[in-house]
């Protein structure tokens, strides 16, 4: 188990630098010079301040160096500082109690709607249930979680007034629960289509066959043998799409006006302050990375046999 871990915190390593690299010199191949926006309009800074702005930033370094080194200030815990002089690990702190809230409310939304119709589903193929799943899925795949969210914000929010449109001033749960709910529709559909499948694929396998066969209990099949197997990918798919929904709420936020990464981003990438969209992204990033090592080190306390692999 031990080198099982190992093994897969090692490969993470090519896999962190690659990804930061690659976000890294996206923002830095933007067009136009950082330092000069700052001033703004027709004003012109002193050659004194630009000369203090870019060795801050090590805007003078290569591209390799500048990398490094921020690689090396994100190691250690430090994302940088914006152009008005923030520090983004600061900023990052401030919002993640919001995204973390709105995810996992999301979260255990589509747990409980993506798993349970899925299961309904699986135990009855060619039935209502599994009709309804079809339709279910296909419904909110094809339809954009924008549309859901202002659709939600003109009927809960305006004409019914139960919940609040944007913003936090109402607090958790009233705040939180149109937004989650958008986010969890959103991404429960492919859960839920992902269950039922598993689920029939193990109802069919031999194994099942036989302990059927040998007259073991139908409940004692299902909870025992079908579900502890059928649920290794809806594992893997509920471990990545964990970190997948902090991504995801960049609309979301937008949406509702919520102060948390997603808005954050969002605004960054507005005024192209370029530090805080590079420092979301990676701490984006990074929990993407340990979601995936915790799926794999979830793998063979489900299936020892992947200890093997």
């Given at each position: 188990?031990l080198?099982?871990?190992?093994?897969?915190?090692?490969?993470?390593?090519?896999?962190?630098?690659?990804?930061?690299?690659?976000?890294?010199?996206?923002?830095?191949?933007?067009?136009?010079?950082?330092?000069?926006r700052?001033?703004?309009?027709?004003?012109?800074?002193?050659?004194?301040?630009?000369?203090?702005?870019?060795?801050?930033?090590?805007?003078?370094?290569?591209?390799?160096?500048?990398?490094?080194?921020?690689?090396?200030?994100?190691?250690?815990?430090?994302?940088?500082?914006?152009?008005?002089?923030?520090?983004?690990?600061?900023?990052?702190?401030?919002?993640?109690?919001?995204?973390?809230?709105?995810?996992?409310?999301?979260?255990?939304?589509?747990?409980?709607?993506?798993?349970?119709?899925?299961?309904?589903?699986?135990?009855?193929?060619?039935?209502?249930?599994?009709?309804?799943?079809?339709?279910?899925?296909?419904?909110?795949?094809?339809?954009?979680?924008?549309?859901?969210?202002?659709?939600?914000?003109?009927?809960?929010?305006?004409?019914?007034?139960?919940?609040?449109?944007?913003?936090?001033?109402?607090?958790?749960?009233?705040?939180?629960?149109?937004?989650?709910?958008?986010?969890?529709?959103?991404?429960?559909?492919?859960?839920?289509?992902?269950?039922?499948?598993?689920?029939?694929?193990?109802?069919?396998?031999?194994?099942?066959?036989?302990?059927?066969?040998?007259?073991?209990?139908?409940?004692?099949?299902?909870?025992?043998?079908?579900?502890?197997?059928?649920?290794m990918?809806?594992?893997t798919?509920?471990?990545?799409?964990?970190?997948?929904?902090?991504?995801?709420?960049?609309?979301?936020?937008?949406?509702?006006?919520?102060?948390?990464?997603g808005?954050?981003?969002?605004?960054?990438?507005?005024?192209?302050?370029?530090?805080v969209?590079?420092?979301?992204?990676?701490?984006?990033?990074?929990?993407?990375?340990?979601?995936?090592?915790?799926?794999?080190?979830l793998?063979?306390?489900?299936?020892?046999?992947?200890?093997?692999?």
């Amino acid at each position: 188990m031990l080198r099982y871990a190992l093994r897969r915190i090692l490969m993470m390593v090519p896999t962190l630098i690659g990804s930061t690299l690659l976000v890294y010199l996206l923002v830095f191949l933007i067009p136009g010079d950082p330092v000069a926006r700052l001033a703004g309009g027709e004003k012109r800074l002193s050659d004194s301040t630009i000369a203090a702005i870019r060795a801050q930033y090590n805007l003078d370094d290569p591209f390799f160096v500048q990398y490094a080194k921020y690689l090396w200030g994100v190691l250690h815990g430090d994302f940088g500082h914006d152009f008005n002089g923030n520090s983004v690990s600061t900023l990052i702190a401030t919002a993640l109690p919001y995204t973390v809230v709105l995810a996992l409310s999301a979260f255990v939304l589509k747990l409980v709607i993506g798993v349970c119709l899925g299961v309904w589903a699986g135990l009855r193929q060619g039935r209502f249930p599994d009709r309804f799943n079809l339709f279910f899925t296909i419904f909110f795949l094809a339809v954009p979680g924008f549309i859901i969210a202002y659709f939600s914000q003109y009927v809960f929010g305006i004409k019914l007034h139960w919940l609040p449109i944007s913003g936090v001033r109402a607090g958790f749960p009233l705040a939180f629960i149109m937004p989650a709910m958008v986010l969890a529709l959103e991404t429960a559909s492919p859960l839920a289509r992902l269950s039922r499948t598993s689920l029939v694929d193990v109802l069919r396998s031999d194994y099942i066959v036989t302990a059927t066969a040998k007259g073991i209990g139908p409940q004692r099949i299902m909870w025992v043998h079908a579900l502890r197997n059928a649920f290794m990918p809806v594992v893997t798919y509920l471990g990545l799409s964990m970190a997948a929904l902090l991504g995801g709420s960049v609309l979301i936020e937008t949406i509702f006006n919520l102060p948390g990464l997603g808005g954050t981003l969002a605004r960054a990438i507005d005024t192209q302050n370029g530090p805080v969209v590079v420092g979301v992204s990676v701490f984006l990033l990074l929990f993407y990375l340990v979601a995936a090592l915790i799926v794999d080190l979830l793998y063979p306390i489900i299936d020892p046999r992947v200890r093997h692999v």
